[in-house]
């Protein structure tokens, strides 16, 4: 069975670091792309950044720029997100997925719940 499994969400204070892991299980990530997108309440699911497998990576949301990286490690099967300068708005759950662009994922894990508060 193909997975892919979000950790490492929780509480964290303004200005705090959190890394997320995206775990693939079933298949290997080296060929895929893996994009995290995050949902907040009330809003739309959104794509924060994604990483090729060539190594490159593309931001969707200017609001995370210099705060945070993308990267894999294909040793692990696992695909993190390092997020730092953390800010309220950056609350929402986060999601991992072997695409882009949201429009092409047909399936979203449950995902891992971040929450930015004081």
């Known amino acids: 069975?193909?997975?892919l499994v979000e950790s490492g969400g929780g509480l964290v204070?303004?200005?705090g670091s959190l890394r997320l892991s995206c775990?693939?299980?079933g298949f290997?990530?080296?060929?895929?792309?893996?994009?995290?997108f995050?949902?907040?309440p009330g809003k739309e699911r959104e794509g924060v950044l994604c990483i090729l497998s060539s190594g490159g990576t593309r931001n969707y949301a200017d609001s995370v720029k210099g705060r945070f990286t993308i990267?894999?490690?294909?040793a692990k099967n696992t695909v993190y997100l390092q997020m730092n300068s953390l800010k309220p708005e950056d609350t929402g759950i986060y999601y991992c997925a072997a695409e882009c662009n949201?429009?092409?994922v047909d399936?979203?894990?449950?995902?891992?719940?971040?929450t930015v508060s004081s």
């Open 38 to 40: 995050r949902q907040a």
């Open 23 to 25: 775990a693939a299980s």
């Open 13 to 15: 204070q303004p200005g």
């Open 102 to 104: 949201s429009d092409y």
């Open 71 to 74: 990267s894999r490690d294909n």
């Open 1 to 3: 069975q193909l997975q």
């Open 107 to 114: 399936y979203w894990g449950q995902g891992t719940q971040v």
């Open 28 to 36: 290997t990530l080296d060929y895929y792309a893996i994009g995290w």
